[in-house]
C-alpha cells in the first residue's frame, strides 16, 4: 500500500510555474488604467460601455496584436447585449465620453421625418502624454506608451 503523500513530496513532484504563453486567442488585452481608474471611480454603466468598447477593439486583433478596427457604429443592441438598460445607454455613454475613456467619432442622430436614424460611432481615446495617470481627476486617455509594470507591495501604491 503506497504512503500518504507528505508535504514535501508535494513540492518535489509540482511543476514550476514558467510564466503564461502568449495570448494568441480567446483574450483581450485590457489597459490597467480600466482597472486602476474606471473601474473603481465609475458607474457600472459607464464600467460596462468602456468594457465593451475594449472588446470591441481590442479583442479582435491581428498576429501582430493590432486591432482589426478602431471605429465602432454602436447601436442600442450593442450596449443592452453589453448589459446597459435602455435608458441607462445614453448617460453612460455621456459618462465615458466625459472621463476621457471613449472619443464619439460621430454623433447618433435619431429617425426623423425624411432622415433616416444614424448610429453613432466611437472609439476608445488614448493619451499620448509620456506619464501613466491613475488619478481620475488628471486621467485623459489610455496609457499609450510602452507598458507601464513595476512591482508592488501592497494595493494602495
Known sequence: MPSEPTSQNLLTTEKKFIGFTRPTSNTTYTPNQF??????HYSRGCVRVVALML???LGW???EG???RVE???TYDHFERAGISRS???PALQEAIQG???RCVRE???QRRGQEAVSGMYELNWDERPEYVKDPKKFRGFFCGEGYRRRRRNWSH
Do not use: G, K, W, Y
Open 35 to 40: 482597472f486602476d481608474v474606471c473601474l473603481p
Open 55 to 57: 472588446r470591441l477593439t
Open 61 to 63: 486583433s491581428d498576429e
Open 66 to 68: 493590432n486591432p482589426q
Open 72 to 74: 465602432h457604429l454602436a
Open 88 to 90: 441607462m445607454i445614453r
Open 100 to 102: 476621457h475613456f471613449v
Open 108 to 110: 447618433p442622430r435619431q
